[in-house]
């Protein structure tokens, strides 16, 4: 059977391109194995987070994942924090990764670039990531295709310890989707859509309401041309959109292009902010009906007692293996 771990940082509000790339896959893959979805706190804070805002988004994402259609009967959902054993097996495989590797990471070359002072976890965070895959031995991650870097650096550090001390670890394969892996920035088509980026015209949030979404579909950038087609290399705004559209409405690319063979962006961008709207109405009605019941700190409980569980006893075998000796 499956064994299914991926998390989302709690580090803003949820993007269209979180639930593209990752939420959306989530809810399918309820059905198909163990799934354990995670509100990783604890890689939200290699940047810098005012704590109350933080507390907010915590429970805010937890909502949202369940407005999304995670079914707490079915899935686990749980708080990285919550289970102590996500950060000490964190400290086991940053002794267990190279410098050199981590350097490589093209995410820490990008949040780091331009800063004056940055976090040592900001460069250690794809240790932790392994961690909170291996804790659980997931064999597939649901994650966008910003992370499949990571994902390889985790099979890595697992093959690696499993190599050197037993067999511990199951190595986790990745699930990547393959229209929609990578959403991209309303402003500039050529960086992806992140929540944390400052420039709130560069996402959609999931909680944006209606006429926000319309003004930001309006005015993302796309080209001279006048012509709608799906081309990444010279067309990446529009193809971007097109990507958006195709999901949020059900349909495929192609559909769309032959639908509006001959229209204006305009018109274009104006049914894609409709799509986007009526996607995104039903998940915000939810959504306040979790933000305001304390039935989600129950969920986050229950879920963080099962995880607790598993990733003792994983903890265990892993201290085990390396020569850390129980305390009694
Ligand atoms: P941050 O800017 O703080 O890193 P983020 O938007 O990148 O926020 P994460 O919490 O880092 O969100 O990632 C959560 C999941 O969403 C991951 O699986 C990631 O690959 C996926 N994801 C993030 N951005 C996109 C995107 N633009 N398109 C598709 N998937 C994405
Ligand atoms: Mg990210």
Redesign the pocket.
């Known amino acids: 059977k499956k064994k299914i771990f ?1 998390g ?2 709690p ?2 509000l949820l ?1 269209l ?2 639930y ?3 939420m959306k896959q989530f809810v399918e893959l309820q059905d198909e194995g163990d799934c354990i979805f995670c509100v990783v706190d604890l890689h939200a804070i290699t940047v810098p987070q005012e704590p109350e805002l933080l507390r907010q988004n915590v429970r805010s994402l937890a909502a949202m994942f369940l407005a999304a259609g995670i079914d707490p009967q079915k899935a686990t959902l749980m708080v990285q924090s919550h289970v102590k054993e996500h950060a000490e097996l964190g400290w086991l495989m940053q002794c267990t990764a190279y410098m050199g590797e981590l350097e490589r990471m093209t995410q820490f070359k990008d949040k780091s670039e331009g800063k004056a002072a940055v976090n040592a976890s900001l460069f250690t965070y794809p240790a932790l990531m392994a961690a909170d895959i291996l804790l659980y031995d997931a064999t597939h991650v649901p ?5 499949k870097q990571h994902l390889e650096l985790t099979r890595d550090l697992a093959q690696r310890f499993n190599g050197r001390f037993g067999e511990t670890f199951t190595i986790p394969e990745p699930i990547i989707p393959k229209v ?5 920035s309303l402003d500039d088509p050529s960086k ?6 400052p420039n709130e015209g560069s996402f959609i949030s999931l909680l944006d309401e209606p006429k926000k979404i319309v003004r930001k579909v309006k005015r993302a950038v796309t080209d001279s041309e006048n012509q709608i087609r799906f081309d990444e290399q010279e067309k990446p705004a529009i193809s971007n959109l097109l990507t958006i559209y195709a999901l949020a409405s059900n349909q495929t690319i192609e559909q769309l292009e032959s639908q509006y063979d001959g229209i204006g962006y305009g018109a274009f961008k104006s049914d894609v902010a409709d799509a986007v709207v009526s996607l995104l109405e039903p998940m915000q009605q939810r959504y306040q009906e979790w933000i305001e019941s304390d039935e989600l700190d129950r969920v986050l409980l229950a879920g963080a007692e099962k995880a607790a569980e598993y990733a003792e006893q994983k903890m265990i075998e892993v201290k085990q293996r390396m020569g850390l000796i129980p305390r009694e």
């Open positions: 991926s989302i940082q580090s803003g993007t391109g979180n593209i790339g990752a994650v966008g295709d910003d992370q929609g892996g990578r959403i991209m992806k859509m992140s929540k944390s980026n």
